[in-house]
C-alpha cells in the first residue's frame, strides 16, 4: 500500500516537473493529435509559462495592416515543422504544409500608451493544418497569467484598460467559439487563415538576429519556398501617410472585411467584394445597392456614394457597435476611430467614378 | 465556475448508437449549454429544446450537418433575443441537411434564422417574431436561406420582419408552403432563385404579400421557374416601415402580389383580394444598373385561375397617379416593357405576359391594364396605358418542386 502510494508520488512528481519546465521544442504530436490539449503549453510553443519567449522555430511575424480588435495588442508566430515548408504565391495566403500552426495572442496593456508594460494576456487562438484542412483553437488564458486552457465555446472576459488617449475602456472582451472563428475564417466553406498573404507580410521586423524583411527571412530560414525573381506585392499601413490615400483605405478594407466580403467568403452573397485585387468601383461599393443590409442601410441607397461619406452605408457600418448593423459582425465591441476618419476621407475625396484623387 | 457548472446540468446527453440526442432545460447555463450542444454535436444528432424562454445573448450557430433542432412547439420553446449584444442574427446555419422544427425565435437584433450556404435545410413549425409589430428597428429577414439548395420552409410563422418575413435568396430547388406570414414588409419573397413552389399560404396584414425578385450585381440571378399557387395572399396594407435603401422600401403599401424581373412566372389559384394599390403588380427592375449579364424584364408571366376581390381603393406609389387619371384601379398591372439597355446598348426580348380565367370580385375576369413603358425604367411620366389583355399565349409551367426527405 505504501509502495503504491509513493509510486503514486513519483509519477505525480514527474508531471509537477513536466509542467514547471516547459520543453525546449514543440510537440509536434500535440500538434497532431485529433484531441486538442487541454492547455497551450502542452504545444512547447514557448519557454515560458507567459508565452513571451518563443522556442526555436517559433517565428514571430507583423501583418502591414491588421483588422481592428478593439484595439487589442496582438502577438503573432508561425509554427511550420522540421522539414516542411510554405509555398509561396502572390495572390492570397501562402500554402502551409500540414504540422503548420499559425499562434495569435490577444492582449491590452493596462495603459496602451505604454504598450510594454503590465500586459495582460486574453486568449491565443492556434490555427492548426491538419490533413484534412485547419483547425481553429481557442485558448484562453488564466488571471494569474500562467497558463491558457482550450476553450471551444469561448469567454467573456470583462477587460479594463486606458486607450491611446489616456480614456479609460471597459469592455467584455469575446473570445469567438469555432463557430464564431469559421465565421471570419471560411473560404468555400473550409477554414482557412486570413492575416500572412506575401502582401501584408511584405515589411521589416526586428529579429533577434537584426532587421529583416519578413517575406526573405521566412525564406533564407527554410519556412517558405523559392521566391519569384520579381518583387513581392504590398499592401501598405493603413495610417502611413506617406501613402496615397485610396491604397491605405483599400488595404483597411481588403484587411478588415474582405475575409468575408470576397466571391469565395462568407458575405459573397451580398455582391461586395472588398478585396484588395478586385479593380472594379461597383464591386467594391461604388454606387452599389444593398441586398440584405436591413436596418444596416440606415435609409441610404448605396454601399459608396462618393462624395458623401455621411450617406454612405459601407461607414455607417463600421460606426456601428448595434449587432443589428455594425459590420463587422464580430471581433469587435468599440468603434475603430481611426479606421472610420480613414474609410471617410477616402470616400469624401472620391470621383464619381470611385476614383481617388492622388492625395495622400 | 458556477456558470459552468450549471451548464453541465442543464445539459443530459442520452446516447443511442451513432445519433445522440442532446436536451437542453431553459434556466441558469442554458445559452451555454446550448451553444455547446450546437459545437459539440455529430451528424445525426438532435438537440431538444426544452419549454420555456431561453435567454440568450449571442447570435446561436450551427456548423454541423444532419443535425435537427427540435423545440416543443412554436409557442413553447422560445429562443429569445430580448437582450442580444453579439452576432448578426439570432440562428446562423451553414450545414447541409439541417432540421428546425417547433420553436420560436424572437426579437433578434438582425436577422432571426439565417441558412447559408447549404444542402438540405427544413424549416418547420418554427415561428420567427418582432413582438412589438411593424418596426423599422425590426431586424430584416424572418427565416433567411441562402444560397442553398433542397429548402423546405412549411407550418412556420414570420411576424414583423423590417424587409422579408419568409426570404428565400439565391438558392434552388425551394418549398414554402402552409407558412403564416404577417406584419411584415414583404410576407414572402423569393429573389435571385430558382425553381420554387410557393403554395397554401397565408400572406395578410404585411405590406406585399408576395414577392418574386431577380436583382442585378449577385453571384447568383436570372430568377426563373416560380409557382405561386393556392395561397391566400388577403389585405396586405400595411404602410411600408422598411430602412430606405433597401429594395422592399419601394414596395406601396396594399401590393398583393409583386413580380419584378425572373422569368418563368406562374400565379395560380390564389385568393388576393383587399389590396389598398394593387392584386398582381408586373414590373421590371427600374434603378440603374451595369451588370451586362442581367435582364430586368419579368417575361413568360402566367397570372390564371386566381380569385381578386378589392383593389386599389387606398392607392400609394407611384400606381396612385393612375387613380388620378380616372383609371379605376386593375387587378393586374404591367410595367409594359420589352426594351432596356446595357451601357447604352439597346436590348429588347420577346415579354410575354398572359393572364387568364381569373375571377373577380368586381367584375368577370379581373382587369388589366399595361402601363406602356417601351424600355425598363423609363418615368412614369412617359406611360400609355392600355387595357386591353394580352394574347393568350401557351406558356409552359415550370415542373412541380420535389424534395426528398
Given at each position: ?9 513519483a509519477v ?18 500535440a500538434i ?12 512547447g510553443?514557448?519557454?515560458?509559462a507567459g ?8 517565428t ?7 483588422l481592428?480588435s ?7 508566430y ?25 499562434i495569435?495572442t490577444?492582449?491590452f ?5 505604454r504598450?510594454?508594460?503590465n ?9 492548426i493544418r491538419?490533413?484534412?484542412?485547419w ?6 488564458w ?13 469567454a ?30 471560411a473560404?468555400?466553406?473550409?477554414l ?5 498573404s506575401a502582401?501584408?507580410l ?21 519556412l ?7 518583387a513581392?506585392p504590398r499592401v ?34 451580398s ?7 478586385q ?6 461599393g ?8 436591413g ?5 441610404f ?5 462618393p462624395?458623401h ?5 459601407l ?30 476621407d ?6 464619381a467614378?470611385g ?6 | ?26 434556466g441558469?447555463g ?15 444528432d ?9 435567454e440568450?445573448?449571442?447570435?446561436l ?10 423545440g416543443?412547439?412554436?409557442?413553447r420553446?422560445?429562443l429569445?433575443?430580448?437582450?442580444q ?6 440562428l446562423l ?12 425565435v ?6 432571426a434564422?439565417?441558412?447559408r450556404d ?8 418554427v ?7 411593424p ?12 444560397n ?11 411576424r414583423g ?12 430547388n ?7 406570414a ?7 419573397e ?5 425553381n ?7 400572406a ?25 399557387f ?10 411600408n ?19 419584378m ?10 385568393e388576393?383580394?383587399d389590396h389598398?394599390?394593387i392584386?398582381?403588380l ?10 451586362p ?5 419579368p ?16 392607392p ?6 393612375l ?35 381569373n375571377r ?9 391594364l ?8 423609363s418615368?412614369f ?11 393568350l ?5 415550370p ?6 426527405d
Open positions: 500500500m505504501i509502495r503504491a502510494l509513493i509510486a503514486v508520488c505525480l512528481a514527474c508531471v509537477a516537473s513536466a509542467t514547471a519546465q516547459a520543453p525546449a521544442r514543440v510537440n509536434d504530436a497532431m493529435a485529433a484531441r486538442p490539449a487541454a492547455t497551450l503549453s502542452a504545444y510553443f514557448f519557454r515560458d508565452a513571451r519567449e518563443p522556442t526555436a522555430r517559433v514571430p511575424y507583423d501583418l502591414n495592416t491588421a481592428y478593439d484595439g487589442a495588442l496582438k502577438f503573432r508561425v509554427y511550420i515543422p522540421s522539414g516542411a515548408q510554405a509555398a509561396y504565391n502572390d495572390d492570397g495566403v501562402f500554402e502551409f504544409p500540414v504540422g503548420t500552426v499559425l495569435k490577444f492582449a496593456a493596462t495603459d496602451m500608451r504598450p510594454d508594460e500586459v495582460r494576456f486574453l486568449e491565443t487562438r492556434l490555427l491538419r490533413a484534412d484542412g483547425v481553429a483553437l481557442p485558448y484562453v488564466n488571471a494569474t497569467q500562467t497558463e491558457a486552457r482550450y476553450s471551444p465555446i469561448g467573456d472576459l470583462p477587460v479594463s484598460f486606458s486607450n491611446e488617449d489616456g480614456q479609460a475602456i471597459a469592455l467584455d472582451w469575446h473570445v469567438p467559439n469555432v463557430n464564431e472563428c469559421s465565421g471570419c475564417h473560404r468555400d466553406g473550409e482557412t487563415p486570413i492575416g500572412p502582401r501584408n511584405n515589411r521589416h521586423f526586428a529579429y533577434a538576429s537584426g532587421e529583416a524583411n519578413q517575406i526573405g527571412h521566412w525564406n533564407s530560414t527554410g517558405l519556398s523559392p521566391l519569384p525573381a520579381s513581392s501598405p499601413n493603413a495610417y502611413d501617410t506617406n501613402t496615397p490615400l485610396a491604397d491605405r483605405a483599400r488595404a483597411y478594407l481588403d484587411v478588415n472585411c474582405a475575409h468575408c466580403h470576397n466571391p469565395a467568403g462568407p458575405a459573397h452573397t455582391g461586395l467584394d472588398l478585396s484588395w485585387s479593380d472594379d468601383p461597383s464591386r467594391w461604388v454606387l452599389k445597392r444593398p441586398v440584405a443590409a436596418r444596416g442601410s440606415a435609409g441607397e448605396f454601399s459608396i456614394e462624395g461619406p455621411e450617406r454612405s452605408i461607414l455607417h457600418r463600421m460606426a456601428s457597435t448595434d449587432p443589428g448593423v455594425m459590420m463587422p459582425e464580430l471581433g469587435r465591441t468599440l468603434v475603430d476611430e481611426r479606421g472610420v476618419a480613414l474609410i471617410r477616402w470616400i469624401a475625396g472620391m470621383d467614378d476614383s481617388a484623387s492622388e492625395r495622400n | 465556475m458556477r456558470l459552468v457548472a450549471a451548464a453541465v446540468a442543464a445539459l443530459v446527453m442520452v446516447g443511442v448508437a451513432d445519433a445522440r440526442t442532446w436536451r437542453i432545460r431553459a441558469e442554458a445559452e451555454q449549454a446550448l451553444q455547446t450542444a450546437l459545437i459539440e454535436a455529430s451528424p445525426g438532435t438537440v431538444r429544446i426544452g419549454r420555456g424562454r431561453f440568450l445573448s449571442s447570435g450557430s450551427l456548423n454541423v450537418d444532419r443535425v435537427t433542432i427540435r416543443e412547439g412554436e409557442g420553446s422560445i429569445s433575443f430580448d437582450t449584444r453579439r452576432g448578426a442574427e439570432g446555419v451553414t450545414a447541409d441537411d439541417v432540421v428546425l422544427r417547433d420553436f420560436a424572437e426579437n433578434a437584433r438582425g436577422d434564422i439565417k441558412v447549404c444542402d438540405g435545410i427544413t424549416i418547420q413549425g415561428r420567427v417574431e418582432w413582438s412589438r409589430g418596426n423599422e428597428n425590426n431586424g430584416a429577414y424572418g427565416l433567411y436561406p441562402v442553398c439548395s433542397d429548402v423546405m420552409i412549411r407550418d412556420s410563422i414570420a420582419a423590417s424587409d422579408a418575413g419568409i426570404y428565400v435568396g439565391q438558392s434552388r425551394i418549398i414554402v408552403r402552409d407558412n403564416l404577417e406584419f411584415n414588409v414583404a410576407g414572402i423569393i429573389e435571385n432563385s430558382f420554387a413552389d410557393v403554395f397554401g399560404n397565408r395578410t396584414n404585411n405590406t406585399g404579400g408576395v414577392l418574386v425578385f431577380d436583382l442585378p450585381g449577385l453571384p447568383q440571378q436570372g430568377g426563373h421557374s416560380v409557382r405561386v393556392d395561397n391566400e395572399i388577403v389585405g396586405n396594407n400595411t404602410a416601415f422598411a430602412p430606405a435603401g433597401n429594395i422592399v422600401a419601394t414596395v406601396p403599401a396594399g401590393t398583393g402580389v409583386l413580380i424581373a425572373n422569368r418563368d412566372v406562374h400565379v395560380f389559384d390564389n388576393i383580394a389598398g394599390t392584386n398582381v408586373v414590373t421590371s427592375y427600374r434603378a440603374e444598373f451595369t451588370d449579364n442581367y435582364n430586368p424584364l417575361r413568360n408571366i402566367m397570372i390564371r385561375n386566381n380569385a381578386f376581390g378589392n383593389v386599389g381603393y387606398a400609394v406609389g407611384d400606381l396612385a397617379a387613380a388620378q387619371l380616372g383609371l379605376g384601379m386593375p387587378d393586374v398591372v404591367w410595367d409594359g416593357a420589352t426594351l432596356y439597355s446595357v451601357g447604352g446598348t439597346p436590348r429588347n426580348e420577346s415579354v410575354r405576359i398572359v393572364m387568364r380565367e373577380s370580385t368586381r367584375n368577370r375576369t379581373g382587369s388589366f399595361s402601363l406602356g413603358l417601351p424600355v425598363a425604367g418615368p411620366s412617359e406611360a400609355a396605358p392600355d387595357p386591353s389583355f394580352p394574347p399565349l401557351a406558356l409552359a409551367e415542373e412541380e418542386v420535389e424534395i426528398d
